[in-house]
């Protein structure tokens, strides 16, 4: 669906849009983890994977000059969406990953049992 249709439907039912840009990973050199993601999800190799794969590499963060850019026809929509950042306190320095106790066998770290099990599973992929 095009934004231009989007923003018709959001109007008709007196919604406020935002634009969002479908962002899949944060930047564009990144796109290649998105590749293995979606090779992992359908069970393929790269090579496999063809129209599986994101056709372009523009699923990034993009700056707000650029958003600004892409949707100079929707600056409420622009507009919008800056209003609901700003009301986030959200930072990714904030996360940290905690994995499951059962993860960890004894002597061994995360990193090895996680390594154990994806290779376990890779074996599987070439049967």
């Keep these: 669906m095009r934004i231009r249709e989007l923003a018709e439907m959001a109007q008709m039912r007196r919604v406020q849009p935002v ?13 290649i983890l998105q590749d293995v993601v979606t090779c992992i999800r359908e069970g393929c190799t790269i090579d496999e994977a063809g129209s599986r794969l994101e056709r372009y590499a523009d699923r990034h963060l993009k700056t707000p000059q650029e958003m600004a850019r892409l ?11 800056v209003e609901i950042a700003e009301r986030c306190t959200f930072k990714l320095s ?17 990193e ?6 994806a290779f376990k599973q ?4 070439g049967s």
């Design 19 to 31: 634009v969002t840009g479908d962002v899949l990973y944060h930047a564009s050199s990144r796109r």
């Design 71 to 81: 949707f100079r026809d929707y600056p409420e929509a622009v507009a919008r969406t």
């Design 94 to 110: 904030d996360l940290t990953y905690q994995y499951p106790d059962e993860l960890e066998q004894e002597g061994e770290g995360y």
């Design 112 to 117: 090895a049992e996680f390594a154990e099990r």
């Design 122 to 125: 890779l074996e599987g992929l």
